[in-house]
């Protein structure tokens, strides 16, 4: 399968197999007015599958949320066709905005201009929770 | 600004300081009779609650502070849709200290927010109630005098049962408390307690179903309430609530120190009987929750610069 090269963009690349559709809807990237590609099961060597992201923009990348999805993740960001910077990725403590308290108990559920915030209670299991109700992410 | 949201908020020296302060207001009321004069509590309770509503109202009186309450969402604001972030601000203009009880998880953490005052959680939803863990604190520390090496059994609804949440989170931070974990399967403790609490402190416990096997060991027996409300199904509510009943009988394999606490109000899972046995202390913890609440109220009030 060919896909082209990007000129100037971010690829965010050795997504855990299966993740790349969901980090895709939690960038926004379909709002995007730009080329996007999302491979999916790529062979690789150290993962055995991955996904990628090829963006072909120049648009700031929220890292938390690759952080949230995957800290596996890496991305590269290309300029004039060559890489020009490997960004490092963590699990970022609270997340702002990206995901919703499913908790119907949750003041988030009724106060509607409220920001929904989770934070990092568990690192080694990834576990984030609901700032307000505690509630698993 | 100090608020009080989850009992993990307080350090275990803040909560020995309260209790001193308690230990102290009950031997001199009068020293603090006038302690608050001129400042005032807003009680904001938009879920029913007359004993929380009025432990906060009279421990405030018992300080010479005066009372703003709110006492039902139909009777508020925010019946008209207003958010609890407003509602927050707008009370911190005529209130000193705000105690707030909402049926929504984290709406106190909302309020404290957006508040320019203290706020207090007086319970939000399922989620927690710290000044009741106060209560339940001051109570055991009066009957045994130290929470250290304590045997303490917790009953019936450890699922949906925030108090019970909150006991052991502040219990646990003592050494040698050994847990003692009775109910029925469907209203076990969450697992996620269980990991982040107890086996994170290395705290030791055991489940059972069987409160008359656990009896005999115990030191404190925590009883809880099924709550109705807690609920979206009244089928499993209504083959719930009468799982433990508490009674003179099976007090007779207790220990003769064994201290019985329920945060109230009960339903029937203690026997009217038990309320003559010296062993019970629920009524006792009412009136440390009074107590505990003036400390707070004095605490929060003083870290503020309000007094």
Redesign the interface.
């Known amino acids: 399968m060919n896909i082209d090269s990007i000129r100037d963009g971010v690829v965010i690349d050795h997504i855990k197999a299966g993740e790349g559709m969901r980090l895709y809807e939690l960038l926004k990237l379909d709002t995007l007015d730009a080329s996007v590609a999302i491979i999916k099961n790529v062979a690789s060597r150290k993962m055995g599958k991955k996904d990628i992201i090829k963006i072909d923009a120049k648009i700031p990348i929220d890292l938390d949320v690759i952080g949230y999805v995957d800290p596996g993740a890496t991305v590269n960001i290309i300029r004039d066709g060559e890489l020009r910077e490997k960004r490092s990725i963590e699990m970022p403590a609270l997340l702002k905005g990206v995901i919703k308290c499913k908790?119907p108990?949750?003041?988030?559920?009724?106060?509607?201009?409220?920001e929904h915030i989770f934070k990092l209670?568990?690192r080694e299991n990834k576990v984030y929770r609901?700032?307000?109700?505690?509630?698993?992410a | 600004m100090k608020s009080i949201i989850d009992i993990v908020d307080l350090s275990v020296a803040e909560i020995e300081e309260l209790i001193a302060v308690a230990q102290e207001l009950i031997v001199n009321p009068g020293q603090y009779a006038h302690a608050c004069a001129g400042k005032k509590l807003a009680t904001l309770f938009f879920e029913p609650s007359t004993r929380t509503r009025l432990s906060f109202e009279a421990a405030m009186y018992e300080l010479g502070g005066q009372v703003l309450s709110v006492s039902s969402a139909d009777s508020s604001s925010a019946a008209k849709g207003e958010?609890?972030?407003d509602t927050a601000r707008v009370i911190s203009c005529y209130a000193d200290i705000i105690a707030m009880r909402?049926?929504?998880?984290?709406?106190a953490?909302?309020a404290a927010q957006h508040a320019t005052v203290p706020v207090i959680n007086a319970g939000?939803?399922?989620?927690c109630h710290p000044t009741q863990t106060l209560a339940d604190l001051l109570t055991i520390m009066r009957e045994k005098g130290t929470f250290n090496g304590l045997t303490v059994g917790l009953c019936g609804d450890l699922k949906f049962g925030r108090t019970v949440h909150s006991l052991i989170t502040a219990l646990s931070r003592y050494s040698g408390v050994k847990f003692v974990l009775i109910s029925p399967e469907e209203l076990k403790l969450p697992s996620?307690v269980k990991r982040?609490v107890l086996k994170k402190n290395g705290i030791e416990y055991e489940q059972t179903e069987n409160l008359e096997e656990a009896l005999p060991a115990l030191d404190i027996l925590y009883m809880t309430r099924v709550q109705r409300e807690r609920f979206f199904n009244e089928e499993d509510y209504l083959r719930l609530k009468d799982h433990y009943v508490l009674s003179v009988e099976k007090l007779k394999n207790a220990k003769p120190d064994l201290a019985v606490l329920h945060p109230l109000p009960r339903v029937n899972e203690i026997s009217v009987a038990v309320d003559s046995d010296p062993r019970a202390c629920y009524f006792k913890q009412v009136l440390n929750g009074k107590y505990m609440r003036m400390a707070l109220i004095l605490k929060l009030l003083k870290e503020a610069g309000t007094l």
């Open positions: 908790n108990r949750c003041i988030t559920s009724t106060e509607q201009e409220l209670t568990d609901c700032i307000y109700c505690e509630t698993k | 958010s609890v972030a909402h049926p929504k998880e984290g709406a953490l909302v939000d939803g399922g989620h996620y982040d």
